[in-house]
């Protein structure tokens, strides 16, 4: 089974500030980790997405992430905030190669993050 | 590429109506997943279609809900009765992978229907 723990319902930064959001998992099996983003009244869109190759995942519009084994994290950031990246931020969790139903993706609660000018 | 296009945008009903929600998939897709979003249990899978055939319905709530997914190109998700207690948005996600449980495939969500029930 998997679990994703988002800490934090809600980052405020300002435009230009460094942005981090928080995504810690839980799995049996390796995983799979991805980030969704949602904009108001849209579906969510992949942002990123780490699937054993290389830990450092580079993402679209300037995001990446760390899988860190250790510490069983996932967080994203990105160096300088813009006003567009305002919206709600997803972790995900699948079961990665393990079979079986490796195509469940177990979302967290989501983190609004909010930039102000 | 259109996306995944998911009709209606906005559904109001009440209580004890019979709702029906569309999915138009993108086309060359074989995966179809059905999900349900609330402020208080977040997103949850309802149910996962492969090569139009229903693998996992384990998150269909009860025996209220019901999926189909008649071929490539459509699924519904069907409410009947409707109670206020489903009201949330749902959001259809399609995603192509060679094998059909390859997790690494990126799902690509719908706009999502917000449904309403009074």
């Known amino acids: 089974a998997q679990s994703v723990t988002q800490l934090g319902s809600h980052v405020s930064v300002s435009e230009g500030a460094l942005v981090l959001l928080r995504c810690n998992y839980s799995?049996?099996?390796?995983?799979?980790l991805f980030w969704y983003v949602q904009y108001p009244n849209q579906g969510l869109q992949l942002l990123l997405k780490?699937?054993?190759?290389?830990?450092l995942v580079k993402g679209i519009n300037g995001f990446e992430a760390e899988f860190k084994k250790s510490e069983t994290s996932f967080h994203l950031t990105k160096p300088s905030a813009h006003m567009s990246d305002a919206a709600e931020y997803f972790c995900?969790?699948?079961?990665?190669?393990?079979?079986?139903?490796?195509?469940?993706?177990?979302f967290g609660k989501g983190t609004l993050l909010t930039v102000n000018p | 590429d259109a996306g995944v296009i998911q009709s209606p945008r906005h559904e109001v009903t009440e209580m004890g109506q019979e709702v029906t929600l569309r999915c138009k998939p993108i086309?060359?897709?074989?995966?179809l997943f059905w999900y349900r979003q609330t402020m208080m249990r977040g997103l949850e899978l309802l149910i996962y279609?492969?090569?139009?055939?229903?693998?996992?319905d384990s998150g269909m709530p009860e025996d209220r809900f019901s999926a189909k997914m008649p071929n490539a190109s459509f699924s519904t998700l069907k409410i009947q009765p409707s109670e206020p207690r489903d009201s949330a948005v749902y959001f259809c996600?399609?995603?192509?992978?060679?094998?059909?449980?390859?997790?690494?495939?990126?799902?690509?969500f719908g706009p999502g229907t917000r449904l309403t029930v009074l």
């Open positions: 996600a399609s995603s192509f992978g060679a094998s059909g449980r390859n997790l690494a495939d990126t799902q690509y």
């Open positions: 799995s049996s099996v390796p995983p799979y």
């Open positions: 780490y699937t054993s190759a290389a830990t």
């Open positions: 995900a969790v699948s079961g990665g190669r393990s079979g079986g139903s490796n195509y469940k993706l177990t």
């Open positions: 086309s060359g897709h074989n995966s």
């Open positions: 279609f492969n090569n139009n055939v229903p693998i996992d």
